[in-house]
């Protein structure tokens, strides 16, 4: 069974801080995505990443595969208040008709 | 705007009723998904759908049943609700495709079984 985990599961700054949300996985997977849920809210889709290596920029959030295909991560810069939520990771193997998502990671920006 | 909508934001049902939750997508899309979110377990698949009259099983399937009469419309049944199926219920579409195709999300529907 294809697991991700993340972490951390809750992380609670100061706006202004500079913040890294990790998802990790054993299996490999051929694309990467990462949504954003807000409360009341279904999640919405960031970014998909496909290639191992590939680094994306959306605005302040900065997106990384891993060479490998087995993890990601999520750098944001000078966090906002505006970038709380519940940031879900998930993947789709190459095999799969489906993608799998991770535990999420509950982000707290503090004014 | 897409969209996707969810039949209730809330329900409160007793053990042993049987639930229907319905899904409609004004976006002609293909794939229609079922996941249910409960905290530390993020979203896991129950069914889905990949055209009128098509199902296949998620990862938790048991307890539940869905029916897609029309393309935009994906409802999922819980024949005899469960203390255990208390939660939240989110109902997404993505054009037919790679499997990271994106998937648009409605709302959620909070199910609580007394």
């Known amino acids: 069974t294809q697991l991700l985990e993340q972490s951390p599961q809750f992380l609670s700054i100061q706006e202004g801080e500079n913040l890294t949300v990790y998802c990790n996985s054993s299996?490999?997977?051929?694309?990467l995505q990462w949504y954003r849920q807000e409360p009341g809210e279904g999640p919405v889709l960031l970014v998909t990443?496909?290639?191992?290596?590939e680094v994306k920029k959306l605005k302040r959030l900065t997106f990384q595969f891993g060479d490998a295909r087995k993890d990601s991560s999520l750098h944001i810069t000078a966090a906002q208040p505006g970038d709380t939520g519940l940031y879900l990771c998930?993947?789709?193997?190459?095999?799969?008709?489906?993608?799998?998502f991770g535990s999420g990671t509950r982000l707290s920006i503090r004014p | 705007d897409v969209k996707v909508t969810q039949s209730s934001r809330y329900l409160v049902k007793r053990t042993g009723e049987k639930v229907f939750l319905e899904c409609v997508q004004d976006m002609d899309h293909e794939n229609m998904f079922w996941y249910r979110q409960d905290p530390g377990l993020g979203l896991r698949l129950i069914y889905f759908?990949?055209?009128?009259?098509?199902?296949e099983k998620g990862d938790i399937p048991e307890g539940y049943s869905v029916s897609r009469e029309k393309k935009e419309r994906f409802s999922l049944i819980l024949e005899s609700a469960s203390t255990n199926q208390t939660s939240m219920y989110l109902c997404a579409s993505s054009l037919r495709g790679p499997s990271f195709n994106e998937q648009f999300f409605g709302p959620g529907t909070r199910l609580t079984v007394l």
């Open positions: 759908s990949y055209d009128v009259k098509m199902k």
């Open positions: 299996s490999v997977f051929s694309s």
């Open positions: 990443v496909v290639t191992g290596g």
């Open positions: 998930a993947g789709a193997a190459s095999s799969a008709s489906k993608i799998i």
